[in-house]
């Protein structure tokens, strides 16, 4: 039942280990990088979190009918604690109940630590959900959530990298002439013509607004774009390394498909990726498909706050704790 259950529902998974050099890198970036990279991490558990959200809905359901077992046992048993002397009514059904609930979450606690009671939760919990889905509403909603939840993978993605950029060059505006140095990110970032009003609503100074100014009108949710844009200003060959990998092309694309054509697939998408799939079919993504595209997300986030990190570390114009 196990088996069964991942392959159609997302069990969540803990990103400890694989936020380690994410965490290493904080104490070198100023706070307002820093907080940008915290809520990168932030929005990744979000997205684990409600993509396993029919499971998270099961399992408790399963562990609120199991202590609700024990409950109803120990109120049973504890109809024979006898009144004291002067005890009213209440107060002594109110004793009974406190009596009761202390031994249930007593026996609900070595349960659920125990082995048998952990087979126990997770049949429960997989018998409710396999059962659910042999409706066809349950199967699109499972199908949808993890569409949704690839989407929300990438736009983590694209947020810390564009937040990133845009607050380094504006405050290293000197990195605009590296960026523009290279040929195709001259043509992707090219900086937009500015008429007076443009440059009064910007109070007729940009040395601290060039980031905003070549980033905030720019879409990074095409990965040539935002690869183009990291290669240019961060000298990694790891990054580029993750950048350039199959799964990383495979979750651009897959968001692209699911924002665009609700993950019809399309020739387009047949071309670019190789999959064995016919237009017109509905696009799938299993869990373990997700897990393996946010983990590489991710994996692309801390090369880059590595990269961007050892950037700001040697430039003593901007302050890091480290620098201190």
Not at 22 to 45: H, S
């Amino acid at each position: 039942m196990a088996d069964e259950l991942t392959k159609r529902f997302l069990v969540p998974f803990s990103l400890e280990d694989e936020t380690t050099t994410i965490r290493g890198c904080l104490p070198l970036l100023p706070l307002p990088f820093r907080g940008i990279a915290e809520t990168f991490i932030d929005r990744l558990r979000a997205t684990i979190q409600t993509t396993a959200a029919p499971f998270l809905l099961a399992n408790q359901a399963a562990y609120d009918k199991q202590y609700q077992r024990f409950s109803m046992a120990e109120r049973i048993r504890a109809r024979s604690i006898e009144e004291e002397p002067d005890e009213t009514e209440d107060e002594i059904e109110a004793r009974r109940n406190e009596a009761a609930r202390v031994v249930a979450n007593s026996k609900m606690d070595a349960f659920s630590k125990s082995e048998e009671g952990i087979d126990s939760l997770v049949a429960e919990a997989a018998n409710f959900l396999l059962h659910l889905h042999k409706t066809p509403e349950i199967q699109s909603v499972a199908r949808e959530i993890l569409l949704q939840g690839t989407v929300a993978t990438w736009s983590a993605l694209e947020m810390l990298v564009g937040d990133e950029l845009t607050l380094l060059l504006d405050n290293r505006p000197d990195l605009v002439t590296k960026l523009l140095s290279d040929p195709n990110a001259k043509r992707k970032f090219e900086l937009p013509k500015l008429n007076v009003d443009d440059l009064a609503s910007r109070g007729f100074d940009l040395s601290k607004q060039m980031g905003r100014l070549l980033f905030e009108e720019r879409d990074l949710s095409s990965l040539p774009t935002l690869k183009c844009a990291c290669e240019a200003l961060i000298d990694s060959s790891r990054l580029r390394e993750k950048l350039a990998a199959p799964t990383a092309w495979r979750l651009n694309q897959n968001r692209h498909l699911i924002v665009h054509r609700r993950g019809i697939v399309d020739e387009e998408y047949l071309r670019k990726t190789g999959v064995q799939l016919s237009v017109g079919d509905q696009l799938i993504v299993s869990p373990t498909e997700f897990e393996e595209l946010l983990l590489h997300a991710l994996s692309i986030g801390s090369e880059f706050l590595a990269g961007l990190a050892s950037l700001v570390l040697h430039d003593p114009s901007i302050s890091t704790d480290a620098a201190r």
